[in-house]
């Protein structure tokens, strides 16, 4: 028999955008992995600016280079990424130890899942998040 | 009957080709199809078999949302082509697509083969410490109604894979085993029936296993059935935690019944009539 070409249809990176029924939980699911990618990549240019010192330059002394706008720009996007992956990152640890996301239920069209159940835990977080990055924005303005 | 219209309306169907002899890709082909309301989009594809081109390949079997061979991708959205009504989800045009993350054999016909075998995998099957039980059984075993309503949403899994499709990790990380074989493993971990739990987090307590979910939900959206694969799975994740630390209550598991004949009968309740044959 001879063999049978397949073509490989996974979705890859793309999945992440494409690919579902959009909903709540899927843009929380991508703004958490690009929040927690993002603040990996500050981790390590951090560890980078910070290993300078060893050679005698200090970028965030003073009126130095870290202290113009931009920085201070991206310095409070940092900020907003960690608030956001943290106080998401409280929901899924609630969730996936099993709270907020009730018990199996029969399946009656319209079916309800546990995505409803869980709403109002993203709701109050998201709400959380925005408290933060208001209070964070304040706090950057005045300084 | 009243505001249902008979006027057929054209749409233009843009479905996926693939032959594995002669395309190295998949193509993009168009057919118009007059549609009329309630029409699904199997039978447009029916339509295009019938009257268009004949060489249109899919897979379905019952039409009426029971057997899950007919899981497409529509409109950018995994669902069964046999109760996705076409104007519920299209105005002018429909994309017809194989379900993603699975391999095409031809056209709309994914291979479905990496699905059942990681649903093989986690064993789903009652599975009991003494075998003999299970291969010469002596009796019945009790289980409440509580009890089955325990693990009963997770039953109702056709296995058409479009939670498969759906999952957005899967859709990066192939050695995951996915949403509908672990949601097979929560049904038999939460029977009263099994014994099996153990085992089975051998498999699902993996860094391939249930861990891998974050909890993007597309699963149980997707799902024609309301099985709720999302629920499932946190579900699993929380009972592999409380095993890992050892502080999981312990599951009174079923008595076996005596087998027929050998039991006692309550006091009201009638006695079967008499047999009347032989």
């Known amino acids: ?143 | 009957m009243p505001g249902i219209s008979n006027a057929a309306r054209l749409i233009t169907f843009h479905v996926t080709r693939y032959n594995p002899e002669t395309d190295g890709a998949p193509y993009l082909k168009t057919y118009a199809v007059p549609v009329r309301e309630g029409m699904t989009v199997l039978e447009g594809l029916h339509y295009i078999k019938d009257n268009l081109d004949s060489t249109l390949a899919w897979r379905y079997s019952c039409r009426m949302g029971i057997c899950g061979s007919c899981g497409m991708f529509l409109n950018g959205r995994p669902g069964l082509a046999c109760n996705t009504q076409i104007l519920h989800i299209a105005d002018a045009n429909l994309t017809v697509a194989p379900l993603p993350n699975f391999e095409i054999i031809r056209d709309l016909v994914p291979d479905l083969w990496t699905m059942f075998d990681k649903h093989r995998s986690i064993k789903p099957y009652i599975l009991r410490i003494n075998e003999a039980e299970i291969n010469d059984p002596a009796g019945e075993f009790y289980q409440s109604p509580q009890q089955l309503e325990s693990y009963l949403q997770f039953t109702y899994c056709i296995k058409c894979g479009c939670c498969m499709a759906a999952c957005p990790t899967l859709a990066t990380d192939a050695r995951y085993l996915g949403p509908m074989p672990l949601t097979a493993a929560q049904r038999y971990n939460a029977d009263t029936r099994d014994e099996g739990r153990r085992e089975r987090n051998a498999l699902t307590g993996t860094s391939t296993g249930v861990f891998r979910c974050h909890y993007a939900g597309e699963c149980s959206r997707a799902c024609p059935k309301g099985v709720d694969p999302a629920r499932a799975l946190q579900l699993l994740k929380r009972r592999l935690v409380l095993d890992y630390l050892h502080l999981a209550r312990r599951i009174k598991r079923c008595e076996k019944l005596h087998g027929p004949g050998q039991g006692k009968l309550l006091p009201d309740i009638a006695a079967a009539p008499k047999g009347t044959v032989g």
């Open chain 1, 1 to 143: 028999m001879s063999q049978i070409n397949r073509y490989d249809n996974r979705l890859g990176i793309w999945g992440w955008l494409g690919g579902g029924r959009w909903g709540a939980e899927r843009y929380a699911y991508i703004l958490h992995r690009i929040t927690g990618l993002g603040i990996l990549f500050y981790f390590l240019l951090h560890i980078v600016v910070t290993s300078l010192r060893a050679k005698g330059i200090y970028l965030w002394a003073g009126h130095g280079f870290l202290h113009q706008p931009i920085f201070e720009f991206a310095e409070y996007v940092v900020f907003a990424a960690f608030a956001y992956h943290a106080c998401n990152g409280i929901r899924l640890v609630l969730v996936e130890l099993g709270f907020a996301v009730g018990k199996p239920i029969e399946p009656v069209y319209p079916y309800k899942t546990s995505l409803n159940v869980q709403r109002p835990l993203l709701v109050c977080m998201m709400i959380l998040t925005a408290v933060f990055l208001a209070i964070g924005g304040y706090a950057a303005l005045i300084e």
